[in-house]
């Protein structure tokens, strides 16, 4: 291949096809316990609602819930993985080996996302209440709630502790 504009962007054209198949290959597990917040700025902070419970019936004077000056904070970071292509293998026509490691960067890319996710989750960094994401005394209000167990996950279990919530 003569190595020009019009050929270069044909083959980054490909190449984006293969991260793009890659991408949508990976877990999205983390969607399931997680949002997207878009982001335009370094960081970004994030009130918490406290003690918001849900809807109830609205029967005589409003319910007002207090919600907490507590915020976090999430700072932005930047990640990259960067791959050079032989120039030789784009004038010898053999480019197309990197389609599969093209795509292999792109379900990279995508995973990051739920590797954040369990980072934040089960990271040793402090939340609001200055406790990990899971403990065993993290208080609401005038209640204090466990969210971890010791115990082996059963269905019985599990259903037990849903009924507490």
Sequence with gaps: ???NRKNMDALFA????NFTNGFQLAPETWKKFSAVVQSGTASNIYPFLEQFGGMSEWQSERNVKNVSSHRIEVVNRDFEETVSICRNDIEDDQYGIYGTLIAEMGRHAAKLWQDLAVEALLGN???IDEKPFFCADRVYGESAVCNTTSGEL???NYA???KTM
Excluded: P
């Design 160 to 162: 037990a502790a849903r």
């Design 14 to 17: 490909g190449f984006k096809s």
């Design 125 to 127: 960094g402090n939340w």
């Design 1 to 3: 291949m003569d190595i």
């Design 154 to 156: 059963t269905a019985e």
